[in-house]
């Protein structure tokens, strides 16, 4: 049973950074591709960013060109480095596969507020 721990969010002010991070149990992380996804209170989960276990990365419109993704597979680790947030990135953020396969982890709060 793969387990996926998110950390790394907060409250961060319009225009800040935060950086995520996933720990995935099992080897299996090293050959399924990744992604972030979030859920805004009152909406759906949205996928944000994806990232295949040779690198290759993909965005949603709304977070490209701010957010990056990546990945150590040696760490069974992925990250989400977010910039210039703005308060509609405020959302909990998960991370599974893509898509997802495994059961959902708790997530992390993200809060972007003044």
């Known amino acids: 049973q793969v387990q996926l721990v998110e950390s790394g969010g907060g409250l961060v002010q319009p225009g800040g950074s935060l950086r995520l991070s996933c720990a995935a149990s099992?080897?299996?992380?090293?050959?399924?591709?990744m992604a972030w996804y979030r859920q805004a209170p009152g909406k759906l989960r949205e996928l944000v960013a994806t990232?295949?276990?040779?690198?290759?990365?993909n965005y949603a419109d709304s977070v490209r060109g701010r957010f990056t993704i990546s990945r150590d597979n040696a760490k069974n680790t992925v990250y989400l480095q977010m910039n210039s947030l703005k308060p509609e990135d405020t959302a909990v953020y998960y991370c599974?596969?893509?898509?997802?396969?495994?059961?959902w982890g708790q997530g992390t709060q993200v809060t972007v507020s003044s």
């Open positions: 099992g080897s299996i992380f090293s050959i399924d591709p």
């Open positions: 990232i295949t276990p040779g690198g290759r990365t």
């Open positions: 599974n596969t893509s898509p997802a396969g495994f059961t």
